[in-house]
């Protein structure tokens, strides 16, 4: 399953580039967020491995990050893995006229572990996009909201 989904932000392109960038932002428009912990590397760099946490409801989300493409604005691409499954996410952002900037998050090679991951996968393939849109308008309001 692969999926885009984009929106334009009414901030220039390196303010948004450097809110995204900060993960001390990420409680500002990632539901959930609990905490972002370097593993190696330096952080937000090539190569450079995380552990982010969410928590949902009841159920404490720890994700591992790889960085594989570090090159803002043109293009972050990371893998994330779960004991539930994995996947590929790109983030770009585009300068448009007028100060504006788009920012684009295409997601790829999910792969789900356990019955329970598989099955929403199949019977909900929107609710990925949907939640990624969700956190992508978050992110529009908090940038707009911050500049």
């Known amino acids: ?11 220039p392109i390196d303010k948004a580039v450097a809110l995204f960038n900060d993960p001390l932002n990420f409680k ?21 491995k995380s552990k982010i946490t969410y928590i949902n409801g009841r159920h404490k989300i720890e994700l591992t990050e790889t ?5 803002l604005p043109k293009e972050m691409t990371a893998f994330y893995e779960h004991k539930h499954g994995s ?16 920012y684009t998050s295409g997601v790829g090679n999910i792969k789900s572990i356990g019955i329970i991951p598989k099955l929403m996968a199949l019977l909900m393939p929107g609710m990925f996009k949907k939640q990624n849109q969700k956190w992508m308008d978050q992110f529009k309001a908090f940038a707009e909201k911050a500049s």
């Open 67 to 71: 960085i594989e493409v570090m090159n």
């Open 28 to 48: 500002e428009w990632q539901d959930g967020f609990i905490s972002y912990e370097p593993i190696s590397g330096i952080p937000r760099t090539k190569g450079a």
């Open 87 to 102: 996947n590929t996410m790109t983030n770009r952002f585009t300068q448009l006229p007028g100060q504006k900037t788009r």
């Open 1 to 11: 399953m692969k999926f885009e989904c984009s929106t334009d932000i009414n901030v």
